[in-house]
Structure formats: structure tokens, C-alpha cells
């Protein structure tokens, strides 16, 4: 059964930084893309960055380009997510996901979509008080 452990996430002030971690079990890590969405109250779930299987790719949702940066350790079987320049909106529960397809070279259309990830973390809560 795989397995998706979030943790990393706080209260944190505008500003500030987090990171995120993804702890992955269950299958071989290193052969899927992961990505990372987040969920605000009242709000739909969102894309907010991918990275390819090898690690040698990554996408970022126009909200957070410049700000987050993911990553992974197929070592460690965890992929990591970066905040940095925290703003409030960012608010939200972040989920990690693993993508269902393994040593699959997408584009950014299809990361950004969650259809394509079959496994998902139970979410860890970011919130950023101005």
C-alpha cells in the first residue's frame, strides 16, 4: 500500500519561510512524478508545483514561480516543497500526490492536472497571518 506523509507545516508571518516534506512508501519512489496542491477554505483545490520523476524537471503555478521550489531525494523517498516570501493567500492545506504513470515525461498541462496522480497525502495545514 503506498503511503504519502506530509509534514513541515506551521503558522508562520508574512515573510516568512517552510518547508514542506513528503515522505513516500509503498512503491519505488524515483520512477514517479510528484506534485504538490493546496486547498484553501471555501476554495477548490489547487496545482502549486511538480517534479519529474528523475528530478531534472519542474513546474510551478504562476502564484507561487519565484517564491517555491520543489525538489526530491529519491535516496530518502521524499520530495520537499520550499516556501519562501510567505504571503497570506497562501493560507491552505498542502497535499503531495504521486503521479499514476511511472517514467513519464510530461508537460506542465499534465501535472497541473490532479486526474493524474493516484495517490495523495492526508495534507499538512500552512498558515501565513499578515
Known amino acids: 500500500q503506498v503511503q504519502l506523509v506530509e509534514s513541515g507545516g506551521g503558522l508562520v508571518q508574512a515573510g516568512g519561510s517552510l518547508r514542506l516534506s513528503c515522505a513516500a512508501s509503498g512503491r519505488t519512489f524515483s520512477r514517479y512524478a510528484m506534485g504538490w496542491f493546496r486547498q484553501a477554505p471555501g476554495k477548490e483545490r489547487e496545482f502549486v508545483a511538480a517534479i519529474s520523476w528523475r528530478g531534472d524537471s519542474t513546474y510551478y503555478a504562476d502564484s507561487v514561480k519565484g517564491r517555491f521550489t520543489i525538489s526530491r531525494d529519491n535516496t530518502e523517498n521524499t520530495v520537499y516543497l520550499r516556501m519562501n516570501s510567505l504571503k497570506p493567500e497562501d493560507t491552505a492545506v498542502y497535499y503531495c500526490?504521486?503521479?499514476?504513470?511511472?517514467?513519464?515525461?510530461?508537460?506542465?498541462?499534465?501535472?497541473?492536472?490532479?486526474?493524474?496522480?493516484?495517490?495523495w497525502g492526508q495534507g499538512t495545514q500552512v498558515t501565513v497571518s499578515s
Open positions: 500526490a504521486a503521479d499514476s504513470r511511472p517514467y513519464y515525461n510530461g508537460a506542465y498541462s499534465y501535472y497541473y492536472s490532479d486526474q493524474i496522480y493516484d495517490y
